[in-house]
């Protein structure tokens, strides 16, 4: 029972970096950009995070609000790039990953390896000591449950406000969202920036509550899971939340199996998540109809003046 209790308790923690780069990136492919960065601008938002925690009186709240601005300054960054300068999306976001890891590394040595304690799980007297289920639903840090509130935002963001679908037009058709006066450069741009601000989020939620030290590489292939995170869930938030749980809960089971003496190889725990996602992507292909549900102008580039 207290495997099982733990193993539940800490799943929407493992959980929360997935769920909020996905979230991040359904936004960006929603509005036709392909964003392979993630990875990279993790690791920024994870180092800035600590910075600021460190260097600021152990303020947590400051550590995430400016891991998040630095995630938003990078998605710009990665708007302007493909948009206005029409950069490939492919190049410029794997760019952004070799960036990201290089700016920790030349930067981020005077903070590496220095151990803090953030954030704590909340306790709701009754709720939190419902046997099993308390803490997954009661017991989590303040973080989750803003985060589940985000989830619902950006939902009804894309599906039910004006700006969400034209933001959504510009992703399927780029040609008649033009013709019909809507901003596709500025649109994009929107849309870059409001993903890298979720991206932000999960890389500064890594290193202040999940790690709570920073290590150069941290992310350790966490973006690229998102990446396929987003396929998974076709492009829908609430997908992306039950994808996100399914990673969450196998990261956080190896360490409660460990723990437990039930013998597990170190090489397979560094394979076990990228096993996974090759099998929800493979699943994902059997399930999806060729291109039914991606957005039918992700990764291609609009020029105006290509418009017929």
Same mark, same amino acid.
């Given at each position: +029972? ?59 709240? @400051? ?78 840090? $303040? ?15 894309? $599906? ?6 034209? @933001? ?98 170190? $090489?397979? +725990?560094? +394979? ?15 399930? +999806? ?20």
């Amino acid at each position: +029972m207290d495997f099982l209790t733990h193993w539940l308790a800490f799943t929407p923690v493992f959980a929360l970096p997935l769920i909020a780069a996905s979230l991040g990136l359904i936004v960006n492919e929603r509005a036709g950009l392909l964003n392979l960065g993630a990875e990279g601008i993790m690791l920024c938002g994870a180092l800035v995070g600590v910075v600021a925690f460190l260097e600021f009186d152990g303020n947590a709240a @400051l550590g995430f609000i400016l891991a998040i601005l630095s995630g938003t300054f990078l998605g710009f960054c990665f708007g302007f790039f493909v948009v206005v300068l029409r950069t490939n999306q492919v190049l410029t976001g794997i760019t952004f990953v070799f960036l990201g890891a290089g700016l920790t590394g030349l930067i981020g040595i005077p903070w590496v390896n220095k151990a803090f304690s953030a954030l704590n799980p909340i306790h709701i007297p009754w709720l939190t000591d419902i046997p099993v289920i308390g803490r997954f639903f009661f017991g989590q840090d $303040y973080i989750v449950y803003i985060t589940i509130g985000l989830v619902i935002l950006v939902w009804r963001f894309l $599906y039910h406000t004006r700006t969400g679908l034209r @933001l959504r037009a510009v992703g399927e058709n780029p040609q008649a969202a033009d013709a019909a006066g809507i901003n596709v450069e500025g649109y994009r741009l929107l849309a870059a920036t409001i993903g890298g601000a979720f991206i932000g989020l999960a890389g500064g939620y890594l290193s202040l509550v999940i790690a709570k030290i920073f290590v150069l590489d941290m992310t350790q292939g966490r973006g690229w899971i998102a990446v396929a995170l987003v396929i998974f869930s076709r492009w829908r938030p609430f997908r992306a939340v039950l994808g996100g749980l399914l990673f969450g809960g196998i990261e956080a089971l190896i360490p409660r199996l460990q723990a437990s003496g039930f013998p597990i190889p170190q $090489y397979f +725990m560094a +394979m076990a998540p990228y096993a996974v996602t090759l099998a929800v992507l493979i699943y994902a292909a059997v399930q +999806m109809r060729a291109g039914q549900d991606a957005p039918r102008a992700l990764g291609i580039p609009y020029v105006r003046e290509d418009r017929k």
